[in-house]
T-cell receptor, first 114, second 112 residues
Framework: DSGVTQTPKHLITATGQRVTLRCSPR?????VYWYQQSLDQGLQFLIQ???????AKGNILERFSAQQFPDLHSELNLSSLELGDSALYFC?????????????FGPGTRLTVL | GENVEQHPSTLSVQEGDSAVIKCTYSDSASNYFPWYKQELGKRPQLIID?????GEKKDQRIAVTLNKTAKHFSLHITETQPEDSAVYFC???????????FGKGTLLTVNP
């Protein structure tokens, strides 16, 4: 157990819908990262938040957005869902107190868009 | 941006043999190189990492080597066991921005 929690574990929804994925980082970690894992694209970095502020952005679609709250939990919002958005979504956290960056992953949310 | 290439995509070995997975990266500013193991349907787990000021690091049956000049790093697993079967991902990170760029993964199968 990495100490990072994600809910829900599974999510099944229809095209055009909107969903919210939730992540709680390890105790004391300030940084949260979101990754998308699909069979054809591998593990793709989406976005990073550090202590409530957006720090880095990857190939995140405009239909996707995220935020980190004062208690450091983060939410990833996916809207106007398409079939191709079906994937495993992982959240990771790190302390980011040193130069190097050990990221610990949560168990993931499996999103299925029908 | 950073690009990480990983080879091979699949690797099958006999129990007790060694396994080697290789990665190359493009951004010479990258200075942190972790390896993750992912079992089917599970989260990626950090198994070992190496930093740019070190050429080699070992942890029991697992070792990682880094060649900064050639911009490549490798994972070595000795005395493989069936429970080593999983997908292994290499990654690279530049400390200034912290995001990880992953390779495509290697499916390692250890046959008993």
């Amino acid at each position: 157990d990495s100490g990072v929690t994600q809910t829900p574990k599974h999510l099944i929804t229809a095209t055009g819908q909107r969903v919210t994925l939730r992540c709680s980082p390890r105790s004391g970690d300030l940084s949260v990262y979101w990754y998308q894992q699909s069979l054809d694209q591998g593990l793709q970095f989406l976005i990073q938040y550090y202590n409530g502020e957006e720090r880095a952005k990857g190939n995140i679609l405009e239909r996707f957005s995220a935020q980190q709250f004062p208690d450091l939990h983060s939410e990833l919002n996916l809207s106007s869902l398409e079939l191709g958005d079906s994937a495993l979504y992982f959240c990771a956290s790190s302390a980011q107190r040193t130069t190097y960056n050990e990221q610990f992953f949560g168990p993931g949310t499996r999103l299925t868009v029908l | 941006g950073e690009n990480v290439e990983q080879h091979p995509s699949t690797l099958s070995v006999q129990e007790g043999d060694s396994a080697v997975i290789k990665c190359t990266y493009s951004d010479s500013a990258s200075n942190y190189f972790p390896w993750y193991k992912q079992e089917l349907g599970k989260r990626p787990q950090l198994i070992i990492d190496i930093r740019s000021n070190v050429g080699e690091k070992k942890d029991q049956r697992i070792a990682v080597t880094l060649n900064k000049t050639a911009k490549h790093f490798s994972l070595h697993i000795t005395e493989t066991q069936p429970e080593d079967s999983a997908v292994y991902f290499c990654a690279a990170s530049v400390s200034s921005n912290y995001k990880l760029t992953f390779g495509k993964g290697t499916l390692l199968t250890v046959n008993p």
